[in-house]
């Protein structure tokens, strides 16, 4: 059973930093993909960050490049996403997601299958 559980959220002022943490377990790891996501009162859940360990690849939104850091631990089945110089509108419940990429080539921050049941970040001005 894949399960996926966040952790790290709070609050914290402009400017400031988070680090947010997924403990995923039940899938094989290098198997998959996994994604932060989040999503802001009345907006569309949107793709933060994504990385597919096979292959490496790895996406970031435009609104967080140069901000945020995705990066594993694989031996303790832990994804982080580290949050620096953070804005109000980062503010969001973030998620962490994962997505089946066996035999699978294609890669994006869209449309995963598995999602914990997020973390609030609330950046204050």
């Known amino acids: 059973e894949v399960q996926l559980v966040e952790s790290g959220g709070g609050l914290v002022q402009d400017g400031g930093s988070l680090r947010l943490s997924c403990d995923y377990s039940g899938f094989p790891f290098d198997d998959y993909a996994i994604g932060w996501f989040r999503q802001a009162p009345g907006k569309e859940r949107e793709g933060v960050s994504c990385?597919?360990?096979?292959?490496?690849?790895?996406y970031y939104a435009d609104s967080v490049k140069g901000r945020f850091a995705i990066f594993s631990d694989y031996a303790k089945n832990t994804v982080y996403l580290q949050l620096s110089s953070l804005k109000p509108e980062d503010t969001a419940v973030y998620y962490c997601?994962?997505?089946?990429?066996?035999?699978?080539?294609?890669?994006?921050?869209?449309?995963?299958?598995?999602w914990g049941q997020g973390t609030q970040v609330t950046v204050s001005s």
């Open positions: 990385f597919k360990p096979s292959d490496g690849s790895t």
């Open positions: 997601a994962a997505r089946d990429y066996t035999g699978n080539y294609y890669f994006s921050c869209r449309d995963y299958e598995y």
